[in-house]
């Protein structure tokens, strides 16, 4: 009886949530390891070496409550809310532009400050993009496989914030929320050829954007052979690899690799992976990702059986770009694509990307809770 | 239909959760072929980006005579170091260029250029500055100016001895001199630091550090004695003034094993600041021309040919000068017509014509076998960076007038050292040494490490011929009066023409004088060679009054008993003058046959000797006087002073100055001295004074 009442109250998938709280601690133990060297060397932190590692912490705590905060709103809610969060976020967007109000740093305007915290735009274009979309396919959900509904609205919120992101310029971002979009309407059900041609396009504008800079092309040069040019392009990809290479099985412990000493340049927040490789060898690397692949499952599963649609296209959103950003930031930091800003989720230092992702595992968590309300529910009608 | 694309959706769910899961493996297959398959290859190279491997330089080892006082010492000294991207940050170019050319007394608009060269990460504006300049320097702490550690080399003597000592590169190589003949053993071997670093350079935090300790070098511990040589120096200076040659060159050599203590070429050059800009006039002026460069001796050769003549029994009883000779069809000439005389006197004579017959009587085979046996021809072996051979001709080449010109000492070339040695192989009864520079070496803490011992080479004539050969020369120094009371003496002398680009030099000559003494037991040899200066009357003795000065100091600072034969000469008492005025005193030596000398006036408060001794006539009382001349005087008290911070030029300088003899330990600034700042003592007492390697100041 007292199993029976929980269970129809509905609770929510602890495993994700615990899965996610492994790796919080994770990253910002690795943060710990990776920045302390750094910060302590740099005028930027006051020689505080443990600078960017209470920031750290305090990103996770705001965090923390966001995702406690999610975990309790009914997603549904979220619906009636897409456009005011993309209004927000586009409101942001413009704002980075502005000079004196967006922070400019090598070349590229991504942060804002508001009230002494920097904010990343990006990051809140890529939650209100997924509301968005989410909630266009759970309108559109019997009219998908035409053009019209099914695939023209979220290109069309795509196409500005993909603009504004460009003037930023942040082409990562670009990437990784013109992939979203990609998948998000391939789930939702778009026409298989409406797809294909969409993915055409796709290839065929990032051809474009490549060849009108020369540094991207230099860039995908040095993911492919990053020796041809050592000191330059290829530098940042061999120094990944070194920590990667030296970490070996076992690894050197932790807060004993020696590539964050100065060697690899951002080795706290993009690649942090390679720190992690190199100080828990690849047996810490590998479980990390698994505990990703963990999280991607239990994701498709809150999806596969969310109440509505929505919660379904949502919970794919989320899912679809944590597992969009595992995929290319490894990817990056061994070497198997082109180097590119892209954060590694829950890891990599950054509070705006950490409280954004730890909002949509309170979202996500939501959807399982009201999923298994109802799925308890059916269970007991047919029991009965 | 609502059925139909939630079927769609979760089909589509599985596609995703498989295309992630499958990509997400294939990035952990490709992060362990990182680690596993490629880690030992990419571990190593970044090892080898991490350890920075260094060389920890070895202190060079000094220089010292055989006393081991030092003559060349290496110390710690400050490079400026200007980084243009900083200077150019704080555009302060020009504030530097303006206090930097003033310090250093360098070019302002030089010191513009290098301070505003933004293409250069660091430039080395001046190397090895004083502690003054640099403390100077780093109060007016200017953006972009920073320092080097460096090591400099200090001559506290200057440019005494410089062309024996040599002058090392900034970089502390030994060019000239024993500086470049023992470099290695004074580099010692450089240590290496291996140490893992950080990008810049810096320490890391548990890095791993190895370290293989550098091999300090040993110090060269001359024959060479400090006093004698400024008895030498001082000597030929005067000489070098009074009859203004183009230069002179002075050898003192124990011809009782070859040891040369004091050798001399003026002019000399400050070995602190050898003119490094100028390779012409440095390299002439470095080179120590009494190894390095053969010359003509001349009718100094005669004692030679008199020698052969005499050892080879080939000598005749009368040699008939009529002012020129024909042998094999060539005139030799001679400076007049000597007449009838014996083979002592075509000596003194400096008869070319005696010398070219006894040359001939001997005949070739007989001649060359001698000059080889005197070591000409072939390198003296000395321990030096410069030995020349000199040039004779192949014997099977020599023509019977070759052989007869050869003995006026005329088309053969000789070193002076070559010289030096036959002439004390005469001189000390027919052993030819291996002239010798080092006495050997020892380590930091003035331990001897290695000893090298006399080499005798061979002899030259018997020792009966010797005799013969000394009595002759102990009749030339008597007729040019050159004698040191209470030593009998012997001396030989001689000019020669002067070669410029291989043609006679027209009024000039190479005067050469050599004296050596005590007569009835040689102990020192000098000599000293003007080289170009004007040919007058006395040319062949212009040297003379140089070489007995030097002789005496010699002989005095040797402490060499007085000669047997002068014993016997006239002895007096000393009379008890104490008490008695100054005049009346010196009145009352005088009287007895005897020199005085005083240091100050009034009465008479001590003597030495004492009255009643017995000493030889003419030697000197010293008075010791009741109120002393100046303060200063030789027995004068004085304070000393605080030497703390001088580098080792200025300690030695003020030491001096102030009338102390200076005694350096170790190396760097002075940190300590004995006795303390303040204290009285006697006027040229020692005050010994600790030196210590600089530590670079943290920054």
Same mark, same amino acid.
């Given at each position: 009886?007292?199993?029976?009442s929980?269970l129809?109250?509905?609770?929510i998938?602890?495993?994700?949530?615990?899965?996610?709280?492994?790796?919080?601690?994770?990253?910002?133990?690795m943060?710990?390891?990776?920045?302390?060297?750094?910060?302590?060397?740099?005028?930027?932190?006051?020689?505080?070496?443990?600078?960017?590692?209470?920031?750290?912490?305090?990103?996770?705590?705001?965090?923390?409550?966001?995702?406690?905060?999610?975990?309790?709103?009914?997603?549904k809610?979220?619906?009636?809310?897409?456009y005011?969060?993309?209004?927000?976020?586009?409101?942001?967007?413009?704002?980075?532009?502005?000079?004196?109000?967006?922070?400019t740093?090598?070349?590229s305007?991504?942060?804002?400050?508001v009230?002494?915290?920097?904010?990343?735009?990006?990051?809140?274009?890529?939650?209100?993009?997924?509301?968005?979309?989410?909630?266009?396919?759970?309108?559109?959900?019997?009219?998908?496989?035409?053009?019209?509904?099914?695939?023209?609205?979220?290109?069309?919120?795509?196409?500005?914030?993909?603009?504004l992101?460009?003037?930023?310029?942040?082409?990562?971002?670009?990437?990784?929320?013109?992939?979203?979009?990609?998948?998000?309407?391939?789930?939702g059900?778009v026409?298989?050829w409406?797809?294909?041609?969409l +993915?055409? !396009? *796709?290839?065929?504008?990032?051809?474009?954007?490549m %060849?009108?800079?020369? =540094? /991207?092309?230099?860039?995908? &040069?040095?993911f492919?052979?990053?020796?041809?040019?050592?000191?330059?392009?290829?530098?940042?990809?061999?120094?990944?690899?070194?920590?990667?290479?030296?970490?070996?099985?076992?690894?050197?412990?932790?807060?004993n690799?020696?590539q964050?000493?100065?060697?690899?340049?951002?080795?706290?927040?993009?690649?942090?992976?390679?720190?992690?490789?190199?100080?828990? +060898?690849? !047996? *810490?690397?590998?479980?990390?990702?698994?505990l990703? %692949?963990?999280?991607? =499952? /239990?994701?498709?599963k809150? &999806?596969?059986?969310?109440?509505?649609?929505?919660?379904?296209?949502?919970?794919?959103?989320?899912?679809?770009?944590i597992?969009?950003?595992?995929?290319?930031?490894?990817?990056v930091?061994?070497?198997?694509?082109?180097?590119?800003?892209?954060?590694?989720?829950?890891?990599?230092?950054?509070?705006?990307?950490?409280?954004?992702f730890?909002?949509?595992?309170?979202?996500?968590?939501?959807?399982?809770?009201?999923?298994?309300?109802?799925?308890?529910?059916?269970?007991?009608?047919?029991?009965? | 239909?609502?059925?139909?694309?939630?079927?769609?959706t979760?089909?589509?769910?599985?596609?995703?959760?498989?295309?992630?899961?499958?990509?997400?493996?294939?990035?952990?297959?490709?992060?362990?072929?990182?680690?596993?398959?490629?880690?030992?290859?990419?571990?190593?190279?970044?090892?080898?980006?991490?350890?920075?491997?260094?060389?920890?330089?070895?202190?060079?080892?000094?220089?010292?005579?055989?006393?081991?006082?030092?003559?060349a010492?290496?110390?710690?000294?400050?490079t400026?170091?200007?980084?243009?991207?900083?200077?150019?940050?704080?555009?302060?170019?020009?504030?530097?260029?303006?206090?930097?050319?003033?310090i250093?007394?360098?070019?302002?608009?030089?010191?513009?250029?290098?301070?505003?060269?933004?293409?250069?990460k660091?430039?080395?504006?001046?190397?090895?500055i004083?502690?003054?300049?640099?403390?100077?320097?780093?109060?007016?702490?200017?953006?972009?100016?920073?320092?080097?550690?460096?090591?400099?080399?200090?001559?506290?003597?200057?440019?005494?001895?410089a062309?024996?000592?040599?002058?090392?590169?900034?970089?502390?190589?030994?060019?000239?001199?024993?500086?470049?003949?023992?470099?290695?053993?004074?580099?010692?071997?450089a240590?290496?630091?291996?140490?893992?670093?950080?990008k810049d350079?810096?320490?890391?935090?548990?890095?791993?550090?190895?370290?293989?300790?550098?091999?300090?070098?040993?110090?060269?511990?001359?024959?060479?004695?400090?006093?004698?040589?400024?008895?030498?120096?001082?000597?030929?200076?005067?000489?070098?003034?009074a009859?203004?040659?183009?230069?002179?060159?002075?050898?003192?050599?124990d011809?009782?094993?070859?040891?040369?203590?004091?050798?001399?070429?003026?002019p000399?050059?400050?070995?602190?600041?050898?003119?490094?800009?100028?390779?012409?006039?440095?390299?002439?002026?470095?080179?120590?021309?009494?190894?390095?460069?053969?010359?003509?001796?001349?009718?100094?050769?005669?004692?030679?040919?008199?020698?052969?003549?005499?050892?080879?029994?080939t000598?005749?009883?009368?040699?008939?000068?009529?002012?020129?000779?024909?042998?094999?069809?060539?005139?030799?000439?001679?400076?007049?017509a000597?007449?009838?005389?014996?083979?002592?006197?075509?000596?003194?004579?400096?008869?070319?014509?005696?010398?070219?017959?006894?040359?001939?009587?001997?005949?070739r085979?007989?001649?060359y076998?001698y000059?080889k046996?005197?070591?000409?021809?072939?390198?003296t072996?000395?321990?030096?960076?410069?030995?020349?051979?000199?040039?004779?001709?192949?014997?099977?080449?020599?023509?019977?007038?070759?052989?007869?010109?050869?003995?006026?000492g005329?088309d053969?070339?000789?070193?002076?050292?070559?010289?030096?040695?036959?002439?004390?192989?005469?001189?000390?009864?027919?052993?030819?040494?291996?002239?010798?520079?080092?006495?050997?070496l020892?380590?930091a803490?003035?331990?001897?490490?290695?000893?090298?011992?006399?080499?005798?080479?061979?002899?030259?004539?018997t020792?009966?011929?010797?005799?013969?050969?000394?009595?002759?020369?102990?009749?030339?120094?008597?007729?040019?009066?050159?004698s040191?009371?209470?030593?009998s003496?012997?001396?030989?002398?001689?000019?020669?023409?002067?070669?410029?680009?291989?043609?006679?030099?027209?009024?000039?000559?190479?005067?050469?004088?050599?004296a050596?003494a005590?007569?009835?037991d040689?102990?020192?040899?000098?000599?000293?060679?003007?080289?170009?200066?004007?040919?007058?009357?006395?040319?062949?003795?212009?040297?003379?009054?140089?070489?007995q000065?030097?002789?005496?100091?010699?002989?005095?600072?040797?402490?060499?008993?007085?000669?047997?034969?002068?014993?016997?000469q006239?002895?007096?008492t000393?009379?008890?003058?104490?008490?008695?005025?100054?005049?009346?005193?010196?009145?009352?030596?005088?009287?007895?046959?005897?020199?005085?000398?005083?240091?100050?006036?009034?009465?008479?408060?001590?003597?030495?000797?004492?009255?009643?001794e017995?000493?030889?006539?003419?030697?000197?009382?010293?008075?010791?006087?009741?109120?002393?001349?100046?303060?200063?005087?030789?027995?004068?008290?004085?304070?000393?002073?605080?030497?703390?911070?001088?580098?080792?030029?200025?300690?030695?300088?003020?030491?001096?100055?102030?009338?102390?003899?200076f005694?350096?330990?170790g190396?760097?600034?002075?940190?300590?001295?004995?006795?303390?700042?303040?204290?009285?003592?006697?006027?040229?007492?020692d005050?010994?004074?600790?030196?210590?390697?600089?530590?670079?100041?943290?920054?």
């Amino acid at each position: 009886m007292q199993k029976k009442s929980i269970l129809q109250k509905g609770s929510i998938d602890y495993s994700i949530l615990i899965v996610t709280l492994i790796l919080i601690a994770y990253g910002v133990i690795m943060v710990f390891s990776a920045s302390y060297y750094m910060a302590q060397a740099s005028k930027d932190y006051n020689y505080d070496g443990l600078y960017l590692f209470k920031k750290q912490l305090f990103g996770a705590a705001i965090g923390l409550a966001a995702m406690i905060f999610f975990t309790f709103f009914d997603y549904k809610k979220l619906f009636k809310l897409r456009y005011i969060i993309l209004a927000i976020a586009g409101v942001f967007l413009l704002a980075v532009l502005v000079p004196g109000v967006g922070v400019t740093l090598n070349g590229s305007s991504r942060w804002i400050r508001v009230l002494g915290i920097s904010i990343q735009p990006a990051e809140i274009a890529k939650i209100a993009l997924i509301i968005f979309i989410a909630s266009s396919i759970y309108i559109n959900r019997n009219r998908m496989s035409t053009f019209r509904y099914g695939m023209l609205p979220p290109l069309l919120v795509l196409l500005p914030i993909c603009v504004l992101l460009y003037l930023q310029p942040n082409y990562s971002a670009i990437i990784v929320l013109a992939a979203l979009t990609f998948i998000m309407i391939f789930v939702g059900g778009v026409k298989g050829w409406h797809l294909a041609a969409l +993915g055409g !396009i *796709g290839v065929i504008g990032g051809i474009v954007l490549m %060849v009108q800079e020369p =540094y /991207r092309v230099a860039r995908l &040069a040095s993911f492919m052979d990053p020796w041809q040019n050592p000191t330059g392009d290829g530098y940042q990809v061999i120094q990944s690899l070194y920590g990667i290479g030296s970490g070996g099985l076992f690894g050197q412990g932790i807060g004993n690799g020696t590539q964050k000493l100065s060697w690899l340049p951002y080795g706290e927040s993009d690649f942090i992976f390679s720190i992690i490789a190199e100080e828990l +060898g690849l !047996i *810490g690397a590998v479980l990390l990702l698994a505990l990703f %692949v963990f999280l991607i =499952y /239990r994701g498709i599963k809150v &999806a596969a059986t969310a109440p509505d649609i929505f919660g379904t296209m949502l919970a794919t959103g989320i899912v679809t770009l944590i597992g969009l950003q595992v995929v290319v930031n490894v990817g990056v930091v061994t070497a198997s694509l082109p180097p590119t800003g892209v954060s590694l989720p829950f890891i990599s230092y950054g509070s705006s990307s950490l409280v954004i992702f730890m909002s949509m595992i309170g979202i996500l968590l939501n959807i399982s809770k009201q999923g298994r309300r109802i799925m308890m529910a059916s269970t007991a009608r047919q029991r009965t | 239909m609502a059925a139909s694309h939630v079927l769609i959706t979760r089909k589509r769910l599985l596609v995703l959760l498989i295309i992630l899961i499958v990509l997400i493996i294939l990035l952990m297959t490709r992060v362990g072929y990182w680690s596993l398959w490629k880690g030992a290859d990419l571990k190593a190279q970044a090892e080898s980006q991490w350890v920075k491997d260094m060389e920890v330089s070895a202190k060079r080892g000094s220089i010292m005579d055989r006393n081991q006082q030092i003559l060349a010492q290496s110390a710690a000294a400050d490079t400026v170091v200007l980084l243009p991207e900083k200077i150019a940050k704080a555009e302060n170019a020009n504030e530097i260029a303006d206090q930097l050319s003033q310090i250093l007394g360098m070019d302002r608009e030089e010191v513009y250029q290098k301070a505003s060269n933004t293409e250069k990460k660091e430039i080395w504006l001046k190397r090895q500055i004083s502690m003054e300049q640099s403390e100077q320097i780093e109060a007016l702490n200017l953006k972009g100016v920073t320092f080097r550690d460096d090591v400099k080399r200090f001559y506290p003597n200057k440019d005494f001895a410089a062309q024996v000592i040599g002058y090392t590169t900034l970089d502390g190589e030994g060019q000239t001199g024993i500086e470049r003949r023992y470099n290695t053993t004074l580099s010692g071997r450089a240590g290496r630091q291996v140490a893992e670093t950080a990008k810049d350079g810096s320490g890391v935090p548990n890095g791993q550090e190895m370290m293989i300790q550098p091999q300090d070098g040993l110090n060269v511990v001359l024959t060479i004695d400090e006093i004698t040589q400024s008895f030498l120096e001082s000597a030929c200076k005067e000489l070098y003034g009074a009859q203004s040659p183009e230069s002179v060159q002075g050898l003192v050599m124990d011809v009782t094993n070859g040891e040369v203590l004091a050798m001399a070429n003026i002019p000399e050059f400050d070995l602190n600041s050898p003119p490094r800009e100028d390779a012409e006039t440095l390299s002439a002026l470095s080179a120590n021309v009494i190894t390095a460069t053969p010359y003509e001796p001349g009718d100094i050769f005669g004692i030679f040919a008199a020698a052969a003549a005499l050892d080879s029994g080939t000598s005749a009883g009368e040699y008939m000068c009529t002012g020129s000779h024909t042998v094999d069809g060539e005139a030799v000439t001679c400076s007049g017509a000597h007449g009838s005389q014996d083979l002592a006197n075509t000596v003194l004579n400096h008869c070319n014509v005696g010398a070219a017959m006894q040359a001939d009587a001997m005949g070739r085979d007989a001649f060359y076998q001698y000059l080889k046996g005197f070591g000409f021809g072939s390198k003296t072996g000395i321990d030096f960076s410069t030995d020349t051979a000199g040039d004779l001709v192949e014997k099977r080449y020599a023509r019977a007038s070759d052989v007869a010109m050869m003995g006026t000492g005329t088309d053969i070339k000789i070193s002076q050292m070559q010289l030096a040695s036959a002439a004390g192989s005469i001189i000390n009864g027919g052993t030819l040494y291996t002239p010798k520079m080092v006495l050997g070496l020892s380590d930091a803490d003035g331990n001897m490490t290695e000893t090298y011992a006399p080499e005798a080479k061979g002899q030259t004539v018997t020792e009966g011929t010797a005799v013969q050969l000394k009595a002759i020369m102990e009749n030339r120094a008597q007729t040019d009066g050159v004698s040191v009371a209470g030593y009998s003496t012997g001396a030989v002398c001689g000019a020669a023409s002067q070669y410029k680009d291989g043609t006679v030099v027209q009024d000039r000559v190479v005067s050469t004088y050599i004296a050596y003494a005590p007569a009835d037991d040689p102990k020192y040899m000098v000599m000293i060679t003007a080289t170009g200066v004007p040919a007058t009357e006395t040319i062949e003795t212009v040297c003379a009054p140089y070489v007995q000065e030097t002789l005496e100091g010699a002989l005095k600072n040797g402490n060499i008993m007085p000669s047997e034969n002068m014993q016997e000469q006239e002895k007096v008492t000393v009379p008890n003058v104490a008490g008695m005025q100054l005049q009346e005193a010196r009145d009352a030596l005088a009287n007895a046959g005897l020199q005085s000398s005083y240091d100050g006036s009034g009465a008479v408060v001590g003597q030495v000797p004492a009255a009643e001794e017995t000493v030889y006539k003419n030697s000197t009382v010293t008075l010791s006087m009741e109120t002393k001349a100046t303060p200063q005087g030789e027995s004068g008290m004085i304070t000393v002073p605080d030497f703390a911070g001088m580098d080792m030029a200025t300690a030695r300088d003020t030491a001096v100055s102030s009338g102390l003899v200076f005694v350096a330990r170790g190396n760097g600034v002075a940190q300590g001295q004995s006795p303390a700042a303040g204290t009285q003592v006697v006027q040229g007492s020692d005050i010994v004074i600790e030196f210590r390697l600089q530590i670079a100041s943290a920054q």
